[in-house]
Nanobody, 120 residues
């Protein structure tokens, strides 16, 4: 089992910045990727950013150029730096870890979520 604990959400004005952190613990071997997803009321959960164990990153179209994902392997932590925030970024942000203990089979683990609200 992998446990994920997020922090860093809050209220920010449009154009502001926040940094989210997600610390992984437990059976953290064979994690192929970690990332962030978000879900706004009435919407489906969507990809924000993901980073693989090899360092490859991918972003959702709506955050490209504004958000940056990074990882600290020594701390088993992934970060999401969010700049130039917009009201449409308001959502609950969830940390995800994808683990593959058996080739071809992946398990997803989720954090509890952290609220990000962008409002003046």
């Amino acid at each position: 089992q992998v446990q994920l604990v997020e922090s860093g959400g809050g209220l920010v004005q449009p154009g502001g910045s926040l940094r989210l952190s997600c610390a992984a613990s437990g059976s953290i071997f064979s994690i192929n990727a970690m990332g962030w997803y978000r879900q706004a009321p009435g919407n489906q959960r969507e990809l924000v950013a993901i980073i693989t164990s090899g360092g490859r990153v991918n972003y959702g179209d709506s955050v490209k150029g504004r958000f940056t994902i990074s990882g600290d392997n020594a701390k088993n932590t992934v970060y999401l730096q969010m700049n130039n925030l917009k009201p449409d970024d308001t959502a609950v942000y969830y940390c995800n870890a994808r683990q593959s203990l058996v080739p071809g089979i992946e398990d997803d683990y989720w954090g509890q979520g952290t609220q990000v609200t962008v409002s003046s």
